[in-house]
C-alpha cells in the first residue's frame, strides 16, 4: 500500500501545497493523512493512525523531511522505527536521495552517504524550528515594548451591573437571567461575582 503524511504546524495554515505533491505522485486520498500540530514531537493523531496501518514493504510519501517533523532525535528515532523495525518504506518527494526503496539495494557507501543526509535534514528542521521560536519570543518581547498586549481585553462592568447584582444576591434573579440583563455569559458573569465576593462586595 502507498500512503502519504501531510503535516502544517497550525489550523489556519493551508496543506494545498503538499496535498498537491502527494496527489501527483499517484496516493489516494483515502490513503493520505492530515496532521494540524507542531512538529516538536510525534503524538500526533493522524501520524499514530498512520503507523499502527502500515505494514511491511508499504510506501510513505512525505513532501520534506520538516513536515515529518523537526526535533532531529525524534526524526531519526521515527525513521529507524519504520523503515527497520516495521520494513515499510519513506520516500521524501523533495529530496529522491531519501527514498529508502532504493536505499536497501545500494551498496554500503551509499547507504552511509544517505544516513548522513537524513541526520543533516534532521538537524537543519530542528535547527528552524528553534530559531522560528526565537524570532517569535523576539518579535513579543518587541510587542511588548510598543505597549502591545496580548491575550483576551479585559471586559469592563456594563452600567447596570451594580443594580443587577443585588437583585442576583437577593435571590429575585438567576444567574442566568441576571447574565442575560448585562448581556454577558454566565460565567462572565459568574466570574465577576466571585470577584467581588473575594473583595467582600
Known amino acids: 500500500m502507498r500512503y502519504g503524511y501531510i503535516r502544517v504546524s497550525t489550523k489556519e495554515q493551508n496543506v494545498d501545497r503538499q496535498l498537491t505533491a502527494i496527489l501527483n505522485v499517484g496516493i489516494e486520498m483515502d490513503n493520505i493523512y492530515i496532521d494540524k500540530a507542531s512538529g516538536k514531537d510525534f503524538e500526533r493523531k493522524s501520524y499514530r493512525k498512520l503507523i499502527k496501518r502500515i505494514k511491511e514493504n508499504d510506501d510513505i510519501y512525505v513532501k520534506s523531511i520538516d513536515r515529518l517533523g523537526r526535533n532531529y532525535d525524534e526524526i531519526i528515532k521515527e525513521w529507524n522505527q519504520i523503515t ?107 466570574k465577576w461575582i466571585k470577584k467581588d465576593s473575594k473583595e467582600g462586595l
Open 84 to 190: 527497520k523495525r516495521i520494513g515499510a518504506n519513506i520516500i521524501v518527494i523533495d529530496f529522491p536521495l531519501l527514498d529508502t526503496r532504493e536505499k536497501r539495494d545500494k551498496d554500503i557507501t551509499g547507504r552511509f552517504l544517505s544516513d548522513i543526509v537524513l541526520q543533516i535534514l534532521s538537524y537543519v528542521a530542528q535547527v528552524e524550528r528553534e530559531n522560528i521560536r526565537q524570532r517569535q519570543m523576539e518579535g513579543i518581547i518587541e510587542a511588548r515594548k510598543r505597549g502591545v498586549k496580548f491575550g483576551r481585553p479585559k471586559r469592563n462592568k456594563p452600567d447596570n451591573y451594580d443594580e443587577v447584582y443585588k437583585l442576583w444576591k437577593k435571590g429575585e434573579l438567576s444567574l442566568r437571567k441576571a447574565a442575560k440583563k448585562l448581556n454577558v455569559s454566565p460565567s462572565m458573569f459568574s
